[in-house]
């Protein structure tokens, strides 16, 4: 068992933790934050998509205590209070989820793509979410959330 | 982009409800959830795909840290875990019941195919709990394997299950073969095909997964299972766990994370780990991973047929003969002897008028997962004959393929098939025309030019499918060897303040019930969304359910308008007391009561608080409270159907097949909501895109280990696989249902697996090319073509 | 995965020593390739030394008319590198294609060359650029460096801190994707350096990243890039799979090699 500083969602957190807990199990089991999903076990499917200092990573594939002294970002420290981060708000307005669940991982990767691209074609936004598997809406209104998305953010910014 | 409105209204693209909690991480999966004294499973589960178990070593394994219990299959059989149930009898063509291989929880003597759970761990972590399923130790003796079909039904074919010959389950037929020889004697014209529909694995993101709570002291259960169908569950939970009666088991789906049919069946894994968790009186929890999701999630499709059209010189369709061998896998899985019978035969009229069919299906035993519904179940496969049919007899007669199916579509509804089948309703030439009007299906040529230009190979695909939605009168599946109990329920309750609960027992995994049901009801009520809150999934709140599978939301709303109906009902004869004019002159409208005969007018809301109250009305005539039920089993099937049309561009020296346009004109009748509806043709159209061109569920011949058993390995679409699609409505409502709605969530992955194969074999002027048109058979074709 | 330890020594000296007291620890940087496979319980290493963020690792600079990159750099680091777009901008759109976005902003350059998965895409520009290999011993040559699949020079204690780059004239290049996992079916890297010499490095044929030397000879002849089709490329370099058979991927080697050198013209 080790002891792991991490921050996440701004707040400083301890973990107790064996070696081997992966960041995303930290994240889900030791400190409930249960919207980081786990879709697969071979580094595919993108639903444990996280940032760690600013960068998205997938968290099933890092171990806890290598992001320990981190920044985590979570699904779960985009909104403040009830209003929504642009990018989740567009998810809802263009319909970008339907069972939800690869959907925590998508947002955090469409942040991820718009920190780099700014304002992404539709080509860009494909070729970025390749690392990120939707089995429910054939990315169509994805691409479209993210797009849009991304324009708000750059409104705001 | 409509905004989201205060009232719901049927027909509008209202935003989804259901995302706050989804968009914002605060979801509830089965595995999000941990209970007090939470213990963890996991399966050893065997390496082989046939073998039988000689022994089991627990002794290093029930000393590692954390370990709790270890069970075998020996031990739960033993304690009275029966073998898993079938949910559909079906029986031959000489009257036989099908030959049904015992399927247990776990193995207890042999081995069928690679993954199957052996014996099962309960520990302290779920580390623990897979660290010491690592120390099992098994011994097995191999046995020959079959993986192939037409190998599997062969006299010296190794045998999967005792007294099961050729390992052969069933074979069934449909239809008239005396039609047929005469349909065929008189014909001038046929074609014929043999294709293999690919087996699929389904792969809905959220892997499954279940966390059982167990009671001793008033033997009370309760189960939290990611499940299409959790209240039917219930009573197939209660019989294996030998529970007094349902009322001691609580069946729980919290958020879905996708299902495709593999969230539907009753599996082994879940009924072990609830039994488990009954012999231990603590709660365990087994989440899949995904690796297991591979081996052991029901996979889809898997058919070996061959056909024959017979047709006229004008290419009128007057015959079709179709053999099918359908690959079961080791067992037959909850409904796989309906989907390969009765979801696939009863659909090979496609939109056509033939006068003569007849289909004859063998289930045949394979060294294999089992194989079980997948979005579309049986009717994608009968849609990709009948469709990769028409454009050979295009061929055949020398007519465009738009031609061909012109000649042949159905024109007077209702139609009787000579497959059981009535359709209701239905344009089809009028779809077509939308469907190529899309497309732009008049400047192909200028477009294939231009890709000729570049050294590409372009080509155009169609596909008219149709389907039959909306499961289905009770009465007629039993008939066919069901258990009937194809109805669905809707309880609506009003609360003194106004607000309202909406409780179905259809589930939820991404379709966006809690938006429809609620515009539903707001549009029926005039009240805000907001007010109104849809349970699902919960066998303590929902008293009656059927589930979401096969496109059926139809069925659920149905009883939801019904439910409306009785409340607004007994509304205008409390209205009719309270404004004290007659019941007849009470109308309601907008969410407000009125009557000619009086100025006043009552909200909705205001009724419900009298109806609480009950002081405004006699109790003798009229009951206190306000909640209606309904149970709505529809007397039909409803019949969607859609042209998609496929453009394909191949780069013939690598064999790659890039879709480049996709558009669809579909037939869902009435529309709830067009923002949602669309969603699920993108989805359904990407996994039919998919099948044609990438998914591929493949097992060695040689030992029937699977080879595509991770996303390494199995081709799942990506976003940058895809074009934008162009889709539009093109609706024929149904009069099915008082919603005049069809079903439209498996239609995508029916229409698009032929579309694309008939871009493919456009593109490349060939008969038939099989899914998936991987990069180097299309790369082959090429070859021989150039060579030619 | 299977409980480990874990250390993250401050500095490259502090790292050998817990590698030489400890002949089950295992070197992580980013762990794309190595974190999968512990999932996959495949490796049980004792312990992880992590290096990701040594400072001596972490550096991209030019030396004379090359580049010098550092072990640690990320994938995703060197395809934004300034530098790397500048003198090498094959590299950089190379390391810009590697995985997904979420494994460049993890994986190291120094990673992927010491794993040299058959797949994997930099040994080809490694090979083809005739780039050297700066250990914690030595610096070894390209052509030194790769073994066979999985296979390399490194010795145990053996750390790769650097890779250097010489300047070439033109390159490009380009992959062909597996459906499934995206990783290369076949890659290859084509160049022409600035002796004028051309190189063209294959990777995906499931033996090891391999020189086409046929094809070099053949364009440094001067003979045109459509002459390619019959210059041959032996198959004992290729093995095939469900997803191509040997001779498909050298097909694909052939037709991506010719339009890598068009791509360069």
């Not at chain 2, 045998?159 to 073969?177: P, V, Y």
């Not at chain 2, 729980?252 to 488990?276: C, H, L, N, Q, R």
């Not at chain 2, 009950?614 to 042209?643: H, K, W």
Request: aromatic share 6%; hydrophobic share 45%; charged share 20%.
């Amino acid at each position: 068992m080790s002891r792991i500083e991490l921050r996440v969602n701004g707040r400083n957190v301890e973990v107790e933790a064996d070696g081997r807990t992966l960041l995303t199990h930290a994240l889900r089991d030791h400190l409930r934050l249960t919207g980081t999903h786990i879709g697969c076990d071979t580094s595919q499917c993108g639903s444990c998509t996280v940032h760690v200092d600013g960068k998205a990573v997938k968290s099933c594939t890092i171990l806890a205590v290598q992001a320990a002294g981190c920044d985590i970002l979570t699904i779960e420290g985009l909104a403040s209070g009830r209003e929504l981060h642009p990018m989740q708000a567009a998810f809802n307005d263009f319909h970008g989820l339907q069972c939800g669940f690869c959907t925590p991982g998508m947002i955090m990767m469409a942040i991820d793509i718009v920190n780099r691209h700014g304002r992404p074609d539709e080509a860009t936004v494909r070729a970025e979410l390749e690392g990120n598997l939707c089995r429910c809406t054939g990315y169509h209104n994805i691409i479209k959330a993210v797009c849009a998305g991304a324009e708000r953010m750059g409104e705001m910014a | 982009m409509n905004e989201t409105v205060a009232n719901g209204k049927f027909g509008q693209s209202v935003k989804r409800v259901e995302d706050a909690r989804l968009i914002t991480g605060r979801g509830r999966f089965v595995d999000d959830l941990v209970f007090p004294g939470q213990t963890y499973a996991a399966f050893v589960r065997s390496p082989y795909a046939h073998a039988t178990i000689a022994g089991i070593d627990l002794a290093s394994a029930q000393d590692m840290p954390g370990v709790i219990r270890i069970l075998t299959g020996r031990e739960l059989a033993d304690a009275g875990l029966p073998p898993l149930p079938s949910g559909w009898n079906l029986s031959s063509i000489d009257g036989t019941p099908a030959r049904v291989g015992l399927h247990h929880a776990l193995a207890v003597d042999a081995i069928r195919f690679v993954g199957e759970p052996v014996a099962l761990v309960i520990a302290e972590t779920r580390d623990q709990a897979r660290d010491a399923a690592d120390t099992v130790l098994v011994e097995y003796q191999e046995l020959p394997t079959v993986v192939d079909l037409a190998a599997a039904i062969a006299d010296d074919a190794p045998q999967l299950h005792d007294g099961i010959a050729q390992n052969r389950a069933f074979e069934w037929e449909i239809g008239s073969s005396a039609a047929v020889e005469a349909a065929f004697a008189g014909a001038t014209r046929r074609v014929t095909l043999s294709l293999r529909n690919n087996r699929l694995i389904p792969n809905a993101i959220e892997p499954r997964a279940i966390n059982v709570q167990w009671s001793a002291f008033d033997e009370a259960m309760t189960i939290y299972l990611t499940h299409q169908n959790p209240i039917g569950m219930r009573g197939f939970f209660a019989i294996m766990l030998g529970l007094p009666s349902e009322n001691n088991l609580r069946v729980v789906s919290p958020d879905v994370g996708g299902g495709f049919g593999s969230k539907a069946p009753a599996y082994a894994e879940e009924f072990a780990v609830a039994f488990a968790a009954k012999m231990l009186d603590r709660p365990v929890k087994w989440t899949a991973e995904r690796s297991e999701s591979f081996l052991t999630d029901a996979h889809g499709r898997d058919h070996l047929t061959t056909a024959e059209l017979a047709m006229d010189d004008n290419g009128r369709f007057l015959g079709l003969r179709v053999h099918t061998l359908a690959n079961l896998g080791a067992y037959i899985s909850t409904s796989n002897a309906l989907v390969v019978s009765y979801m696939y035969a009863t659909m090979l009229s496609g939109q056509y008028a033939i006068p003569a069919i007849h289909a004859r299906v063998e289930g045949v035993y394979t060294n294999t997962c089992p194989v079980d519904a997948y979005r579309g179940a049986g009717r994608p496969e009968a849609a990709y004959l009948i469709e990769r049919l028409a454009n050979l007899a295009a061929r055949e007669i020398g007519v465009d393929q738009a031609e061909i199916r012109r000649r042949n579509f159905i024109r007077e509804f209702p139609y009787q098939t000579p497959l059981i089948y009535c359709y209701d309703s239905g344009d089809y030439e009028g779809c077509l025309d939308a469907a190529l009007g899309l497309a732009d299906y008049a400047g192909f040529e200028a477009r294939k030019a231009e890709s000729q230009a570049r050294g590409k190979l372009r080509g155009i695909g169609l596909s008219a499918y149709v389907e039959a939605c909306g499961i289905g009168p009770s009465k007629l599946l039993a008939s066919l060897g069901g258990g009937g109990a194809m109805w669905e329920s809707c309880e609506i309750r009003v609360q003194p303040g106004g607000s309202i609960e909406v409780l179905t027992g259809a589930h939820n995994h991404g379709q966006g019930h809690q938006t429809v049901y609620a515009q539903i009801v707001s549009e029926r009520f005039g009240v805000p969304m907001d007010s109104i809150n849809v349970v699902q999934g919960d066998t303590d709140r929902i008293q009656a359910g059927t589930g979401t599978y096969g496109s059926r939301a139809s069925v659920g709303l149905s009883a939801a308008v019904h439910s409306c109906d009785k409340i607004v009902a007994k509304g205008r004869a409390i209205v009719a007391h309270m404004l004290e004019v007659n019941l007849a002159d009470v109308v309601f409208a907008d969410g407000i009561y009125s009557s000619a005969a009086s100025n006043r007018t009552v909200a909705f809301v205001e009724m419900a608080q009298a109806a609480h109250g009950a002081a405004s009305f006699p109790t003798d005539q009229i009951e206190p409270g306000l909640v209606a039920t309904s149970f709505f089993d529809p007397p039909n099937f409803t019949y969607p159907a859609g042209v998609h049309v496929c453009e394909v561009e191949i780069d013939p020296e690598t064999g790659v097949v890039e879709v480049v346009a996709f558009n669809a004109a579909d037939d869902f009748g009435n529309v709830a909501n067009p923002l949602i509806v669309e969603g699920q043709v993108h989805g359904g159209v990407t996994q039919g895109i998919a099948q044609a061109l990438w998914e591929n569920a493949i097992y060695d011949p040689d030992n029937a280990q699977l080879m595509t058993a991770s996303y390494m390995d199995y081709g799942m679409p990506r976003a940058d696989s895809l074009p934008e699609f162009g889709l539009c409505f093109w609706p024929s409502p149904t009069p099915v249902n008082p919603l005049g709605m069809k079903g439209c969530g498996e239609a995508g992955a029916i229409g698009a697996p032929p579309a694309v194969i008939n871009a493919v074999c456009d593109a490349l002027g060939v008969d038939h090319v099989d899914m998936p048109a991987s990069p180097e058979k299309i790369w082959q074709l090429c070859r021989a073509r150039e060579v030619s | 995965m299977y409980d480990l330890g874990y250390s993250r020594p401050a500095t490259l000296a502090k790292a050998l020593e817990l590698l030489q007291q400890d002949d089950l620890a295992q070197l992580v940087s980013g762990g794309q390739t190595l974190m999968p496979v512990l999932r996959a319980r495949l490796a049980a290493p004792s312990q992880l030394v992590d290096i990701a963020r040594l400072d001596d690792l972490r550096q991209i600079c030019t030396i004379g008319a090359g580049i010098e990159i550092g072990a640690g750099m990320t994938h995703a680091e060197v395809a934004a590198s300034p530098v790397v777009r500048a003198h090498l901008p094959a590299l950089a759109a190379l390391a810009g294609g590697i995985g997904d976005a979420q494994i460049r902003h993890r994986g190291t350059i120094g990673g992927s060359i010491a794993n040299n998965d058959p797949a994997a895409c930099y040994p080809s520009a490694v090979l083809a650029l005739g780039a050297r290999v700066q250990t914690n011993l030595r610096m070894l040559d390209a052509e030194a460096f790769f073994a066979g699949m999985f296979a390399t020079a490194l010795e145990p204690g053996e750390i790769v801190t650097a890779v250097h780059f010489p300047a070439c004239a033109v390159a490009c290049y380009l992959k062909f994707r597996n459906p499934a996992s995206r990783f290369a079916l076949v890659g290859v890297f084509a160049a022409r350096l600035a002796s004028d010499e051309h190189r063209i490095a294959i990777i995906g044929g499931g033996n090891g990243v391999f020189r086409w030397h046929e094809a070099e000879r053949h364009l440094d002849r001067g003979a045109g890039v459509d002459g390619l089709d019959t210059v041959p490329l032996d198959l004992a370099n290729f093995t095939g799979d469900i997803h191509g058979s040997a001779d498909y991927r050298r097909h694909v080697a052939k037709v991506i090699t010719r339009r890598a050198l068009t791509q360069m013209a």
